[in-house]
Nanobody
Framework: QVQLVESGGGLVQAGGSLRLSCAAS????????MGWFRQAPGKEREFVAA????????YYADSVKGRFTISRDNAKNTVYLQMNSLKPEDTAVYYC????????????????WGQGTQVTVSS
């Protein structure tokens, strides 16, 4: 079992920044890929960013490329999402997830999910 706890969400003005954290426990963190997803009201959950087990490879949704950065610290069992130049359309609940077999953009491949953290960007 893997437990994931997100933090760092909040209310920010457009153009501002936030850094989300996701603390993992339960199994060897460095063995699995991690992803960030988000879900806005009335919309399906969508992929935001993913990172492989070592942190050496990352992948981003086109909508956040150049603004968001995913990273991980395996010594701290934590994955981060640095969000800059935030836009009102970034408003959503953000979830981190763990993939035991690899990493990628498909939600169904992820085995464990956090409870989510709300990000609200005002215009």
């Amino acid at each position: 079992q893997v437990q994931l706890v997100e933090s760092g969400g909040g209310l920010v003005q457009a153009g501002g920044s936030l850094r989300l954290s996701c603390a993992a426990s339960g199994r060897t963190f460095s063995n699995y890929g991690m992803g960030w997803f988000r879900q806005a009201p009335g919309k399906e959950r969508e992929f935001v960013a993913a990172i492989n087990w070592s942190g050496g490879s990352t992948y981003y949704a086109d909508s956040v490329k150049g603004r968001f950065t995913i990273s991980r610290d395996n010594a701290k069992n934590t994955v981060y999402l640095q969000m800059n130049s935030l836009k009102p359309e970034d408003t959503a609940v953000y979830y981190c997830a763990a993939d035991m077999t690899g990493w990628g953009m498909i939600p169904m491949r992820y085995n464990y999910w956090g409870q989510g953290t709300q990000v609200t960007v005002s215009s």
